[in-house]
DNA sequence: AACAAGACCTGCATGC
DNA sequence: TGCATGCAGGTCTTGT
């Protein structure tokens, strides 16, 4: 999926579009995403205003002036993306909302991995699906007490706990590679296994991997394009992921490709130790 | 409680 | 050309 970047510039577009704007019309055009949508889901955004754009790891916040706020999450395949009411519809484009400015929002997702849900503003981060997810990797939330809190004792490898929602909100495959590398941390290591030292390495290199794919409006592989339908370009500058055997950026060793929990990972054996 | 594996879907690249 | 296989940015649910 999209992961925080593409979660975050997706929102960051959505901006202008939606902000302060009537939902004027919703059509939902799927029997369902990866859960059915909740009772009554059309009626209760149509007319309502959007007072606020937010985001929570990977789920993108929409608030609206009814007190209750529109939960987005785009899966593995999932797009936001601005059109007009005029433009034919694609084939997966599940749920489409025209605004009173006359655009329209679609949510398209061949894979159908994402989600809608409604939360209560007052209350969504006890929403179920926010409720037990980790601290924002770009606040103050992320300290080096929290990881090393959250990894005493873990037996999986740091790769595999990184990717824990849980323990921190926002990484998926692609980042969770690049912030090791940048950290110069075997993936393989199990996360109750660093030191403090490691530990304090991972954090600043987890958000300046964050931070650039935000800069670059985040990557574009296969399906993520940002909300106004332009390409991120994170992937030309991916230290190690989809860069199996070609050189390092460092070191000129080959990058080595595997499998952890069913996922690849990509990492320098020379670098990363 | 912790961890692994299965499940949910479609589309695309690859190899026979 | 057609078909089978494997792989893809996620994460909830089920099983050990």
């Known amino acids: 999926m999209p992961e925080l970047p593409e ?37 209760r955004l149509t007319g309502a205003t959007v007072t ?45 909302i025209d605004t009173d400015k006359g655009d329209q929002l679609r949510f398209h997702d061949p894979r159908r991995f994402g989600l809608m849900d409604i939360a209560i503003t007052n209350d969504y981060h006890n ?34 706990a990184l990717l824990d929602q849980r323990l921190i909100a926002g990484l998926g495959n692609i980042y969770v590679s690049e912030a090791l590398y940048y950290a110069r941390i075997d993936p393989v290591r199990l996360a109750g296994s660093l030191t403090k030292a490691e530990l304090k390495r991972l954090i600043p290199a987890i958000q300046q991997v964050l931070n650039a794919s935000i ?23 991916f230290a190690v992921y989809d860069r199996a055997n070609a050189p390092c950026l460092k070191c000129r060793t080959g990058v080595q490709r595997l499998v952890q929990a069913g996922r690849a990972t990509f990492f320098c054996p020379k670098c990363q130790k």
């Open 7 to 43: 979660v975050e510039t997706t929102m960051r577009g959505l901006l202008p579009l939606l902000l302060n704007r009537q939902l004027a019309k919703v059509t939902v055009r799927a029997e369902k995403l990866r859960f059915p949508f909740p009772p009554r889901f059309a009626q």
């Open 52 to 96: 606020s754009l937010n985001r929570r790891a990977k789920y993108i916040l929409i608030g609206l002036d009814s007190g209750e706020t529109l939960l987005v999450h785009l899966g593995m395949s999932g797009r936001l993306v601005k059109a007009h009411s005029g433009d034919p519809l694609n084939k997966h484009d599940h749920v489409v």
């Open 127 to 160: 929403h179920k699906l926010l409720a037990a997810i980790g601290p924002e990797p770009l606040s103050d939330d992320l300290t080096l007490d929290h990881l090393a809190k959250v990894f005493a004792g873990k037996k999986v490898p740091v790769k595999v």
């Open 215 to 237: 800069n670059a409006g985040g990557t574009s592989m296969r399906d993520y394009v940002q909300a106004t339908g332009e390409m991120g370009h994170f992937q030309n500058q």
